[in-house]
Nanobody
Framework: VQLQASGGGLVQAGGSLRLSCAASGSIVSVNVMAWYRQAPGKQRELVADITSGGSTKYAGSVKGRFTISRDNAKNTVYLQMDSLKPEDTAVYYC?????????WGQGTLVTVSS
């Protein structure tokens, strides 16, 4: 499985960005796709995930500001990020998981200026 993430960039505080991550290869129908982030000097943390059935989970720090969604026909997961804060600055990684397997994308940098 290969993952290609895009959509990062530089934005001012209060702005919005939309990340996309397309999965290709041996995709199974029952899976979980997720976004993680890693800020400088910090551990990678879960931002949000979504099952193939559409159930979602969010980190408390982004709840109400970020929205995860997916297009199963395109094997693509999205992260709509609104009301961005400087503390959201990080490299964002997408992850595709099924059973005990997990695959990571290459990461896309999001920088929020104050």
């Amino acid at each position: 499985v290969q993952l290609q993430a895009s959509g990062g960039g530089l934005v001012q505080a209060g702005g919005s960005l939309r990340l996309s991550c397309a999965a290709s290869g041996s995709i199974v129908s029952v899976n979980v796709m997720a976004w993680y982030r890693q800020a400088p000097g910090k551990q990678r943390e879960l931002v949000a995930d979504i099952t193939s059935g559409g159930s979602t989970k969010y980190a408390g720090s982004v709840k109400g500001r970020f929205t995860i969604s997916r297009d199963n026909a395109k094997n693509t997961v999205y992260l709509q990020m609104d009301s961005l804060k400087p503390e959201d600055t990080a490299v964002y990684y997408c992850k595709y998981s099924y059973s005990w397997y997990g695959y990571w994308g290459q990461g896309t940098l999001v920088t929020v200026s104050s």
